[in-house]
């Protein structure tokens, strides 16, 4: 009955946002000896396993048609885990499966060389790591490099692996320890990947909206959206990376589980079916973990208005390009090719031609930018250090103000019949910044306020001739 609704739960309000050959980032498969007390059991299979049949049955089971075809796959952290049985069992069952890859779970007292040697045996893509190995008993208050090791950070570089890390500390992203770990490390080794789980582990949103912006800038850093209920992480991470760094992942088996994750003040708290007296709501009823952070990424992706090609990103192609299971389409310069048998020149300005730069070179198109940062329609990075959009040279693309302006006038209507009280007050305050002036007449275009100034000048001065010196904007 309880699957039932679930399926009926995910059809009518998931169903048509969830697109088709998922790729699952964040999941577990495990041996029965491997299971954690608090994993549920009604995935088993019946030698008490979870494996690629299992994981498949219990997602299907309601997600129908529309469960992930692929995914990344780990085991699961345990303590006392016989780290190479766990990590074989795991490349076993993804070992069929050639659209899907594992990360091997790692020790920061491993054998590089060994772990190397491993992976060079499996279709493993990096490393998975863990606080329980921290050598610590407080091990949630560790910081990351007491159990991801330098050495997996130099063979994340030297084979462009993934490196999966799971943030602890209180405060998760907004602790200085950790985010500034993050930005040294990213930039030391480029080459590696790094994922950080659970949207930066924002199980407590704050954190993650309040500290993601200190990561701006690195390229190599990625996020998964496993576990998270709430749907401001995610935006805060959309906001500031856009829908290109953003990885869909249930986190496997605990996405079976019923409950979800609340931000508490400056924490979280998880609610399950054992914590909460759930007899006390005439309405509520606890669903899957996996349905509730659907519903998050479904909300984050409404408010930040993407398109359906931008969640076929984060729940597919973000992953497959991540992982060089497909290569991005390479598109900017042949848009540019039709853009010419369209428009003639191919821009609308003369100074945004690619031919004024680089021909067959220059990014002709963007597809986000923030600040001097740009990024073209192939996914490329760049600095802006030219024009910088001519307007934006003071604040920088995308500035946050300007942006919230912007957004609160169209969500109230940005047009009407009746004039805009703003005209008023930006006039007043021209004239407080031209004490020359006493009024104002505003243009749409620089070439419609030239007319007016030049039409002003003629009629004042009783002269028919103008002096042209040059581009007027």
């Known amino acids: 009955m309880i699957e039932s609704h679930d399926a009926e739960y995910f059809a ?7 697109p088709p050959a998922s790729f699952d980032a964040h999941a577990h498969l495990y041996r029965s000896e491997d299971a954690l007390d608090t994993l549920p059991r009604h995935v088993e299979e019946e030698s008490g396993d979870v494996g690629w049949a299992a994981y498949v049955r219990a997602l299907r089971s309601w997600m129908g048609d529309r469960h992930p075809a692929d995914g990344l796959f780990f085991t699961v952290p345990k303590p006392t885990l016989d780290r190479p049985q766990a990590n074989r069992f795991v490349a076993d069952q993804v070992r069929s499966r050639p659209g899907s890859r594992l990360l091997l779970l790692v020790h920061p007292e491993d054998d590089p060389q060994a772990i190397e040697a491993t992976a060079e045996s499996v ?41 999966m890390l799971h943030l602890v500390r209180s405060r998760a992203l907004a602790d200085p320890v950790n985010h500034r770990y993050v930005r040294d490390r990213c930039r030391r080794y480029p080459r590696a990947r790094l994922i950080l789980a659970h949207a930066a582990r924002g199980f407590c949103g704050a954190h993650t909206v309040e500290a993601v912006a200190t990561l ?27 829908p290109r760094r953003l990885l869909f992942g249930t986190d496997f088996s605990v996405s079976e589980l019923r409950g979800r994750c609340v931000s508490v003040g400056d924490g979280f708290l998880w609610l399950y079916e054992h914590n909460v007296d759930w007899q006390g709501s005439q309405f509520a009823q606890p669903l899957r973990i996996g349905l509730e952070s659907l519903l998050a990424l479904k909300q984050a992706c409404r408010t930040l208005r993407l398109t359906d090609s931008d969640v076929e990103r984060i729940f597919c192609s973000n992953a497959h390009e991540l992982l060089g299971l497909s290569r991005p389409a390479r598109s900017v310069q042949a848009v540019y090719r039709r853009a010419k048998q369209l428009i003639p020149g191919g821009t609308q300005l003369l100074s945004k031609r690619p031919e004024m730069y680089a021909p067959d070179r220059w990014p002709a198109y963007f597809a986000e930018a923030r ?3 740009v990024i073209d329609l192939d996914g490329r990075r760049y600095w802006d250090l030219t024009t910088s959009g001519i307007g934006s040279c003071l604040l ?18 940005s047009m009407c019949t009746l004039n805009s009280p703003d005209e008023v007050e930006l006039a007043e305050l021209l004239i407080a910044l031209h004490p020359w002036a006493d009024r104002v007449r505003f243009g749409r275009t620089g070439g419609e306020s030239m007319a007016v100034a030049v039409r002003i000048a003629r009629a004042h001065s009783g002269r028919d001739r103008v002096a042209f010196c040059g581009y007027h904007g």
């Not at 009518?12 to 969830?18: D, N, Q, S, Y």
């Not at 790591?129 to 997996?152: I, K, M, N, T």
């Not at 800038?217 to 856009?242: K, M, Q, W």
């Open 12 to 18: 009518e309000h998931l169903r048509g946002f969830v």
């Open 123 to 163: 279709p493993c893509a990096g490393l998975k790591v863990y606080h329980v190995y921290s050598g610590r008993s407080d091990s949630f208050d560790a910081p990351p490099d007491q159990f991801l090791p330098e050495w997996a950070w130099q063979l994340a570089h030297e084979h462009e692996w993934i490196l």
């Open 216 to 242: 701006r800038g690195l390229e190599n850093v990625y996020f998964d959206t496993s576990g998270i209920c709430e749907p401001h992480p995610l935006e805060a991470i959309l906001r500031t990376f856009g």
């Open 371 to 373: 600040g001097c940062e």
């Open 396 to 413: 920088g693309y995308a500035d946050p103000d300007v942006n919230a302006a912007v957004l609160r006038r169209v969500e109230f209507g």
